[in-house]
């Protein structure tokens, strides 16, 4: 079942806030986050594997919340760089998950950041 | 090698034509995983490998479609009798294990066109 993200897409100006979503129906095991420029390959965020986990870097982090069906990637006073197209990726097989690496991708959310 | 590295970076074929496309993953990394994105649309999982074997070949299209993956490192995906729904953006990625802590480490894809 694919993971919901939200929005479709954001325009920021510089130096704006946004957060992207990733919802599920069911519990995940865990929940992946990307970055992919356009041309470019998709580069690797943050994994968060616990309900009530939260983490970060600089200023990009997100959370997990308690029942494991939402995560949401915050990014805070945001820079041009962080233009790009965002998608969680969760493990299809929620049972055998410490073994099944298939992922399955929400459609992405594209994030825009103007001067 | 420092990253993924796959090959042609763009590949252009006629329709009914056969086309290998290569990964050379991150030296070291045991899992490696085929992914396919077409226009606008999230990543579609095709095959993954742990070592040389490939547990799950369940996102494979059709069976025009085939990998294989030797000596733990080079994977080729091959493309039989290819059609215009074929073209996509082929995207391998490896990762340290097949342990669910692990993000992946994405090539630049191939960008595969079917006239």
């Known amino acids: 079942q694919q993971p919901v993200q939200s929005p479709q897409a954001v325009i920021l100006r510089e130096g704006e806030d946004a957060v992207i979503n990733c919802s599920s129906s069911k519990a995940l095991y865990s929940v992946h986050w990307y970055r992919q420029k356009h041309g470019e390959a998709p580069v690797f965020l943050m994994i968060?594997?616990?309900g009530g986990e939260q983490k970060g870097h600089d200023k990009i982090s997100a959370s997990f919340n308690e029942k494991k069906q939402q995560s949401s990637l915050y990014l805070t006073a945001s820079q041009l760089s962080y233009s790009g197209t965002y998608f969680c990726?969760?493990?299809?097989?929620?049972?055998?998950?410490?073994?099944?690496?298939?992922?399955?991708w929400g459609l992405g959310t594209s994030l825009a950041v103007n001067p | 090698g420092a990253g993924v590295s796959q090959s042609p970076s763009n590949k252009v074929t006629e329709k009914g034509k056969d086309v290998e496309l290569r990964c050379d993953p991150i030296?070291?990394?045991?899992?490696l995983y085929w992914y396919r994105q077409s226009l606008g649309q999230g990543l579609e999982f095709l095959i993954y490998?742990?070592?040389?074997?490939?547990?799950?070949k369940s996102g494979l299209p059709s069976d025009r479609f085939s990998a294989e993956r030797t000596g733990g490192s080079v994977s080729t995906l091959t493309i039989q009798r290819t059609q215009q729904e074929d073209s996509a953006v082929y995207l391998c990625?490896?990762?340290?294990?097949?342990?669910?802590?692990?993000?992946?480490?994405f090539g630049s894809g191939t960008r595969l066109t079917v006239v």
């Open positions: 030296s070291g990394h045991t899992a």
């Open positions: 990726g969760t493990p299809e097989a929620y049972y055998n998950a410490g073994n099944n690496r298939k992922l399955i």
């Open positions: 990625a490896s990762s340290p294990n097949q342990g669910a802590n692990y993000g992946y480490t």
């Open positions: 490998f742990q070592g040389n074997s490939a547990p799950d």
């Open positions: 968060l594997l616990k």
